[in-house]
C-alpha cells in the first residue's frame, strides 16, 4: 500500500469546514475524519449517498462532543464510573485533539490512523498513561472503524468503550434492526434506576426485529456469544450489515424519540427521525489492562443488497 505524508488535513464542505483528515477510493467513496476527538464525521459511498448521520445543529467549537458521525467513547461509558474520580460524560476521547499517524491509499482500499496519548489535560482527568489509536479503513461500500490502545504506564488500569455510530436513516418509523434475537438487554427508557433489570428480544417474526416507535435506549449484552453477531439494519430499501470485534461483547441502541429530541440542543427537533444509534461496546465488563498492554476491538458497517422483512 503506498503511503502519502499524514498531511492530508483540510476543512471542506462535508466535513463542516473542519480540521480533518478525508480519505477516498477512486470509485467514489469518501470519509472525513475530524481531528476532534478522531471523530469519523462522514462516510459516502460510491452511489453519493452519506451512510452517518451528522445534526445539522452540530456544535464544532473545538471543545464539546460532536453530535453524530462515530463518537469515540473511553475510557468510560455515558456516567457509569470506574471506582475511580467521575470523568465526563462518554469519557473524553470526543473531545480531545488526536493527532495524524498516517494516511494509505491504493485503488482500492484508503486507510487513516489517528492517534490520542495522555497529556497533561487527560492525566487532570484521569491519571493513566496510555497511547490510543483509531484506525478508519475504507474499502468499497464497506467502513471499519477500529480502536486500539496500550497502556503505556506503570500500573493497570481499567476501561469501557464505545463506538457511538450514528446511522443515517431516511424515517426512523420505517426502519428495523435485525439480528438481536434472543439476546437479554437491559432497557435504560423503561429501567433506568433499575440496572440489573434484563428483558429477551424476542426470537421469532416481526417482533424479533426492533423497532421504533418511540424513545429507544437499550443496551444488549453477550453478543460475542451468539452464533451469528452480525446485525441488518433495514431503512429505504437498504440493508446495512453491522458487526464487531467479539471483545465488544455489548451492542447500545438508542434514539431518542420526539421528546427527548426536542430537548437536546445540538439535535434539530426531527434529528430523531433520521438516525440511529448502533453502538459496538464493551461497559458491562471493563477492561482491565496490564502495564505494557495492548488491546483493540472494532466496528464493521457494509452496504448490502436489501433482504425482504418478514
Ligand atoms: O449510548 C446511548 C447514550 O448513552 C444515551 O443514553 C444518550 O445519553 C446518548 O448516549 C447520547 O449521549 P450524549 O452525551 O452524546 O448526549
Sequence with gaps: MAETPAGGILGNASCRDQPC???????????CIALHGAHVLSWQTADGKEQLYL???AKFDGVSPIRGGVPVCFPQFNQRTLGGQPLP??????????????I????????????LCSNDTTRAIWPHEF???????????????????????????LFALALHTYLQV???????LQGLQGLAYWDAVENLTQPDIRQTQPLDGAAGALAFKAETDRVYEGVHRKADATLQLQHAGATLQISQSPNLSE???????????????DLPNDGYRHMLCVEAACINSPVRLAAGQRWSGWQALEVRPAISTV
Design 251 to 265: 451492542i447500545v441502541v438508542w434514539n431518542p424519540g420526539a421528546a427527548l429530541c426536542a430537548s437536546i440542543e
Design 170 to 176: 431516511d424515517d426512523i418509523s420505517q426502519t428495523c
Design 131 to 157: 497511547a490510543a489509536i483509531l484506525t478508519v479503513q475504507l474499502d468499497p461500500g464497506h467502513l471499519h472503524v477500529s480502536f486500539e490502545v496500550q497502556n503505556t504506564g506503570p500500573q493497570s488500569w
Design 55 to 57: 445534526s445539522s445543529a
Design 104 to 115: 494509505e491509499q491504493t485503488d482500492t482500499r484508503a486507510q487513516a490512523c489517528l492517534q
Design 89 to 102: 460524560k462518554h469519557g473524553f476521547a470526543r473531545t480531545q485533539p488526536w493527532t495524524v499517524l498516517a
Design 21 to 31: 483528515v478525508e480519505i477516498s477510493l477512486p470509485q467514489g467513496d469518501r470519509v
